[in-house]
């Protein structure tokens, strides 16, 4: 099965916080965009709501349950007691844990397994309780893996944002490939499923699937942003489609 294609709205939320008006509408984006084949639709409200709001949540599981009850909604974050009470209240399908400060600009590293094994293990029992399909946001390191497993979550989400900056050097490029599809096969292994996702883009698609034939989902949101700039959404969201290979 060819790897799904969620799109992340942080971007459109972020443009459209830049004035005290209701556009672009990130609803409506993401209407465009499961209209014309994404998989999904992810968020990632942080706490100071600088561009997915609270608001956002809800009007998006309401647009999936009414008009796409096919499709998934997946919200990232740090798992304060806020953001855990927000995902119970809204149910996406998947929540994926980040380790992200408040102040971060963007997410830019994944967890600490090891270190945050005992935290993890409760929040991710909490969510799968609840319904909710737990990821785990991972860098390219095969030696934490196995601590993630014990978390008991089900899938990893490959930070693969070193992977996109190596956009104008083919070298660096197959070298960070090689440890993101290492680190893959460790998680298959243990029976976890494996999504992917930061700076991801049409080029760099191709490579990293044809190493992870199981990537499971990508999430993207910078890159298919700045596409649907010069190519508007619905194109680039099937031009994201081929690269996934739908």
């Known amino acids: 099965m060819a790897t799904q294609l969620s799109v992340n709205l942080n971007a459109i939320a972020q443009l459209r916080n830049?004035?005290?008006?209701p556009w672009p509408s990130v609803t409506?984006?993401?209407?465009i965009a499961l209209s014309n084949g994404a998989?999904?639709?992810?968020?990632?409200?942080?706490?100071?709501?600088?561009?997915?709001?609270?608001?956002?949540?809800?009007?998006l599981r309401a647009l999936i349950d009414e008009e796409f009850p096919n499709c998934e909604f997946n919200v990232e974050g740090y798992p304060t007691e806020d953001f855990l009470a927000l995902v119970e209240k809204n149910r996406p399908e998947q929540v994926t844990l980040v380790p992200d400060d408040p102040a971060q600009a963007?997410?830019?590293?994944?967890?600490?397994?090891?270190?945050?094994?005992?935290?993890?293990?409760?929040?991710?029992?909490?969510?799968?309780?609840?319904?909710?399909?737990?990821?785990?946001?991972?860098?390219?390191?095969a030696e934490q893996i196995k601590w993630a497993?014990?978390?008991?979550?089900?899938?990893?989400?490959?930070?693969?944002?070193?992977y996109g900056g190596t956009y104008d050097n083919p070298t660096a490029m197959r070298e960070e490939v090689e440890l993101l599809g290492a680190t893959a096969d460790a998680a298959l292994?243990?029976?976890?499923?494996?999504?992917?996702?930061?700076d991801?883009?049409?080029?760099?698609?191709?490579?990293?699937?044809?190493?992870?034939?199981?990537?499971?989902?990508?999430?993207?949101?910078?890159?298919?942003?700045?596409?649907a700039v010069e190519y508007g959404m619905a194109a680039t969201v099937k031009r994201f489609l081929a690269a996934c290979g739908s």
Not at 47 to 56: A, E, G, I, S, Y
């Open 189 to 198: 292994a243990m029976g976890m499923a494996v999504n992917a996702g930061h």
């Open 18 to 21: 830049r004035r005290d008006l």
């Open 39 to 59: 998989h999904g639709l992810t968020v990632h409200p942080r706490p100071d709501q600088r561009h997915t709001r609270f608001t956002d949540v809800a009007e």
């Open 106 to 141: 963007t997410s830019d590293h994944g967890w600490d397994f090891r270190s945050h094994h005992n935290m993890l293990a409760p929040v991710v029992d909490r969510l799968k309780q609840a319904g909710m399909r737990v990821s785990l946001f991972a860098d390219a390191d």
């Open 149 to 162: 497993s014990e978390t008991g979550c089900d899938r990893i989400e490959l930070y693969t944002g070193p």
């Open 28 to 31: 409506g984006i993401g209407r």
């Open 200 to 227: 991801l883009t049409v080029a760099n698609l191709p490579p990293l699937i044809e190493r992870i034939p199981e990537l499971a989902e990508v999430s993207i949101g910078h890159g298919l942003t700045a596409d």
